[in-house]
């Protein structure tokens, strides 16, 4: 029988407990049809929650560049390079990418266990073991130790996806937009505070006395710097561990429902006390309570709850189905992660080869900077992008939209990249550092601000396309799974290629930034199959709904919006 054609339910003979139907302005099971405008307001950001996880985020940009400033000449220091300059690239990146590949294999079972057994646990499991990774980089002088050391902190940065997930969780279609809004920020402040503090604290005996006392400084000049970033991470551990709520939603397994089940002829002689043929509708209350299979003798218990009015199949709410991987490779997944292998790569090549160069003899198509310099340039860069981005991401988000707008950022990594050939010549051509130098360093990180919304987008791209709310921590973690693996070959890429370069002169020793631009160029091919629209953006504008409301199969007042 149809709902418009069913009588309505009296309210009293509903048994006590069942979900009964609104009183007043609803007085029947269906309403006649009327529009109106509903003005959705956006709704405030959970303040604390998102300062937590935003401080948890840090652990990562900080981790994986505070030895940016000082890895090259650590590298020099162990003897593997033999005393030949131009083949520190090639050990360099063994470093830098040995962090993203073992980062790669953990993460996206991180996002799974996250989506068992919750969020924090995982997160509060990986900043404590990240700690104790932190202090055993600190603590190696042989190249080998070294380069485990940096696959532990990759191993166990593995779950900053999960903050992603929660960011996602914490927030709705009105306020999502400034809430990620804070990630490249953060990943900014970050890139700050990393290069500063590997530039500053690395080699303290060498520039305050205090620390020439003791020989230990002299045997381990890198300690103090690794030592600080530990703090942080046990202080963002003891934060987490205190204030961090968990986001996902707690669901009864079926073990500890079974003895509570109810029976079956309980079950159909409500349905006859309603009215109701044995196979229509069984509340949801009730239908939560049965184990999967209950098998009787007129079939299982499974079938019989899932069996709607008029004999048809009941579904699954779609958030309420099982999740597996292969759920999430579907176009409108693939699509905003592949471009998120791009601008992880990209930019993670621009992060290698700013102290690469930088650091390399004027002479060999560098800039001859020391650790302290080069800390201190990338610590007030990346200072600048944090501001600029959380200042004006939300405005040009709203102004463009997420594609238009990743796009123009994305544009920005070609001039960066052309910046790296053109401080070479100047400064070569003059033999030392001139104003001009520090011009063009200027220019390349102006321009380099306006590459950094391109993160902004895609997180938003990637938790919109996320198929239901279960899904949603598996697909950060394919996400992020995808980002490392890149992120692995970057540094690799990068500094082999550098260094290949200026061993055989390729292209008048600039083959490397060439390369790189056209990687860029394909990456701005992929962005073409990115949606025009995202599934939540036209919510945050005023819409027409139709509030037509019927009462559907489970006990549940329902409307009909039309856009």
Not at 86 to 94: E, V
Not at 278 to 302: I, Q, Y
Request: net charge positive; charged share 15%; proline share 6%.
């Amino acid at each position: 029988m149809a709902d418009a054609d069913r009588e309505p339910i009296s309210q009293d003979a509903l048994p006590e407990g069942h979900p009964r139907e609104p009183t007043g302005d609803v007085q029947s099971s269906t309403r006649p049809r009327s529009k109106i405008i509903e003005d959705v307001k956006e709704t405030p950001l959970p303040k604390l929650q998102l300062f937590i996880l935003l401080y948890l985020q840090l652990a990562e940009p900080i981790t994986s560049t505070v030895i940016y400033p000082f890895v090259n000449q650590l590298v020099r220091e162990t003897g593997i390079t033999r005393g030949d300059e131009r083949k520190t690239g090639y050990f360099a990146g063994l470093i830098e990418s040995c962090f993203y590949a073992v980062e790669a294999v953990c993460v996206l079972q991180w996002g799974r266990a996250s989506d068992r057994i919750g969020r924090k646990p995982v997160l509060l499991g990986g900043l404590l073991g990240l700690t104790l990774s932190m202090i055993g980089f600190g603590v190696s002088r042989q190249y080998w130790a070294i380069v485990l050391s940096r696959c532990a902190e990759g191993a166990l940065n593995g779950n900053i996806g999960v903050t992603k997930s929660m960011m996602a969780e914490i927030t709705d279609h009105t306020n999502r937009a400034r809430g990620f809004a804070f990630l490249p920020m953060i990943w900014a402040v970050g890139g700050t505070l990393g290069p500063i503090i590997g530039g500053v604290f690395a080699r303290p005996a060498d520039r305050w006395p205090p620390f020439r006392a003791s020989p230990f400084w002299a045997t381990y000049p890198y300690f103090l710097p690794c030592i600080v970033v530990a703090c942080i991470s046990i202080s963002a551990f003891i934060l987490a561990s205190l204030g961090l709520k968990e986001t996902l939603p707690t669901v009864p397994r079926n073990k500890k429902c079974i003895d509570d089940a109810p029976r079956l002829q309980d079950i159909e002689g409500l349905s006859h006390r309603l009215d109701e043929p044995p196979h229509n509708v069984v509340s949801e209350e009730l239908r939560s309570g049965l184990p999967e299979a209950f098998s009787t003798s007129s079939g299982t218990m499974d079938e019989k709850a899932t069996i709607g009015a008029q004999g048809k199949p009941m579904e699954l709410d779609q958030d309420e189905r099982p999740v597996s991987l292969r759920t999430i490779l579907v176009p409108r997944v693939l699509y905003p992660i592949l471009n998120y292998g791009f601008v992880s790569l990209i930019d993670q090549a621009v992060t290698v080869l700013v102290p690469l160069m930088y650091s390399t003899s004027i002479d060999l198509g560098g800039l001859g900077f020391d650790p302290f310099t080069i800390g201190v340039v990338q610590g007030v860069g990346g200072f600048t992008i944090g501001i600029i981005q959380i200042f004006t991401f939300p405005y040009m988000h709203r102004k463009f939209g997420s594609k238009k707008l990743y796009i123009g950022s994305y544009v920005t990594y070609f001039f960066v990249f052309a910046m790296f050939p053109l401080n070479s010549f100047v400064t070569k051509r003059a033999g030392r550092v001139t104003a001009a130098t520090w011009a063009l360093v200027v220019a390349q990180y102006v321009t380099y601000v306006g590459s950094y919304m391109t993160w902004g987008c895609i997180f938003i791209y990637i938790s919109d396309a996320a198929p239901t709310k279960n899904a949603l921590g598996l697909t950060n973690g394919l996400a992020q799974t995808t980002a490392s693996t890149v992120r692995a070959i970057a540094p690799s890429l990068a500094s082999s290629l550098f260094s290949l370069t200026l061993e055989r002169h390729l292209a008048a020793g600039t083959l490397v930034y060439w390369v790189l631009c056209g990687i860029t160029l394909a990456g701005l091919v992929a962005s073409r199959w990115l949606p025009a629209r995202l599934r939540t953006e036209g919510a945050n504008s005023n819409r027409v709904v139709d509030t037509s409301i019927s009462w559907n199969s489970r006990g549940r007042a329902s409307s009909t919006e039309t856009p």
